[in-house]
């Protein structure tokens, strides 16, 4: 029964920084999953781990993305956030949460239908 949706801007323009939201119904981001991730798919490309945050609120991202990203939580409105900066047209890929089971992984468990985020001026 827990879904996950993502929401934020379609179009980013290059140096900006990406906010996107993912909203957790049918449960909470405190129980259900233990990891709470963002992964991203390029066009023609293959996905692309972006990092997670735990249901007690540790965080950790991808080494090559680390030093530009940033994910945080609302456990008061059931949903986490991904900034993302410096925005370049490489950054355009649709992009996925994630809620992972510890057994499994981070990104092994139920996934948002994804957003399309195009970076462009």
């Known amino acids: 029964q827990v879904q996950l949706q993502e929401s934020g801007p379609g179009l980013v323009k290059p140096s900006q920084t990406l906010s996107l939201t993912c909203r957790v119904s049918g449960g909470s981001i405190t129980s259900n999953y233990h990891y709470w991730s963002w992964i991203r798919q390029p066009p023609g490309k293959g996905l692309e781990w972006i990092g997670y945050?735990?249901?007690?609120?540790?965080?950790y991202y991808n080494p090559s993305l680390k030093s530009r990203t940033s994910i945080s939580r609302d456990t008061s409105n059931d949903q986490f956030t991904l900034q993302l900066s410096s925005m370049t047209p490489e950054d355009t890929a649709v992009y996925y949460c994630v809620g992972g089971l510890k057994s499994a992984g981070p990104i092994f468990g139920s996934w948002g239908q994804g957003t399309q985020v195009t970076v462009s001026s």
């Open positions: 945050i735990t249901y007690a609120g540790n965080s």
